[in-house]
């Protein structure tokens, strides 16, 4: 029997700060162009909103598919699935600070596509299987069974600039509050 994945095991190991995403604070935006769940591609460079929420993650895992061997070991990488099904639930708060999230993951389009239908997500999730934020702005990634992954991590850019930076992010499923607690303070 499968795990529910809308859930977070009580005994998943909390990520350290592995010091890899500390040169993003401050960076332009690069101009990208990827695949997207809600529009065909979205152009990273006519968001019109003061805040974008880029949150990176792993994967969401597929209802009654088995994980990556060992997934729930490696620190930071379970809670894909709550994470975003949080950020959907509050979308609403997000739009009252003029802010929108999107996901970020490595993940295909395909599988994006059915995820954010079968979880009802309603905000965009965009699929990087080429890694062109990697290349650009050197977001941090594991690999796993000969697979790249970015790991967790969360960015508001504001006018094409990279304002904050949440790295590590646990538990996932309550990284939405800390990001709507610093739009309170900051805006």
């Given at each position: 029997m499968s795990e529910d994945l809308t859930k977070l095991p009580f005994y998943l190991p909390k990520p350290e700060d592995d010091r890899r995403a500390n040169h993003l604070l401050g960076r332009q935006m690069p101009k990208i162009v990827l695949p997207s769940t809600?529009?065909?591609f979205l152009d990273f460079?006519?968001?019109?909103?003061?805040?974008?929420?880029?949150?990176?993650?792993?994967?969401m895992g597929?209802?009654?598919?088995?994980?990556?061997?060992?997934?729930?070991?490696?620190?930071?990488?379970?809670?894909?699935?709550?994470?975003?099904?949080?950020f959907s639930e509050n979308n609403d708060s997000l739009k009252k600070f003029n802010a929108v999230?999107?996901?970020?993951?490595?993940?295909?389009?395909?599988?994006?596509?059915?995820?954010?239908s079968i979880r009802k997500l309603s905000q965009e999730i965009v699929?990087?299987?080429?890694?062109?934020?990697?290349?650009?702005?050197?977001?941090?990634?594991f690999e796993i069974e000969d697979k790249i992954m970015y790991k967790r991590l969360?960015?508001?850019?504001?006018?094409?600039?990279?304002?904050?930076?949440?790295?590590?992010?646990?538990?996932p499923d309550k990284h939405i509050f800390e990001i709507l607690e610093w739009l309170k303070k900051n805006d």
């Amino acid at each position: 029997m499968s795990e529910d994945l809308t859930k977070l095991p009580f005994y998943l190991p909390k990520p350290e700060d592995d010091r890899r995403a500390n040169h993003l604070l401050g960076r332009q935006m690069p101009k990208i162009v990827l695949p997207s769940t809600k529009t065909s591609f979205l152009d990273f460079s006519k968001i019109a909103k003061k805040y974008v929420i880029l949150y990176f993650f792993p994967m969401m895992g597929m209802p009654g598919k088995e994980l990556p061997s060992g997934w729930n070991e490696i620190p930071g990488a379970r809670g894909c699935t709550p994470q975003n099904i949080t950020f959907s639930e509050n979308n609403d708060s997000l739009k009252k600070f003029n802010a929108v999230s999107i996901g970020v993951s490595s993940q295909s389009i395909y599988d994006l596509e059915q995820l954010s239908s079968i979880r009802k997500l309603s905000q965009e999730i965009v699929s990087d299987n080429k890694l062109e934020f990697q290349k650009n702005l050197n977001i941090p990634i594991f690999e796993i069974e000969d697979k790249i992954m970015y790991k967790r991590l969360t960015l508001i850019v504001k006018d094409s600039k990279i304002i904050k930076v949440f790295y590590p992010v646990f538990p996932p499923d309550k990284h939405i509050f800390e990001i709507l607690e610093w739009l309170k303070k900051n805006d």
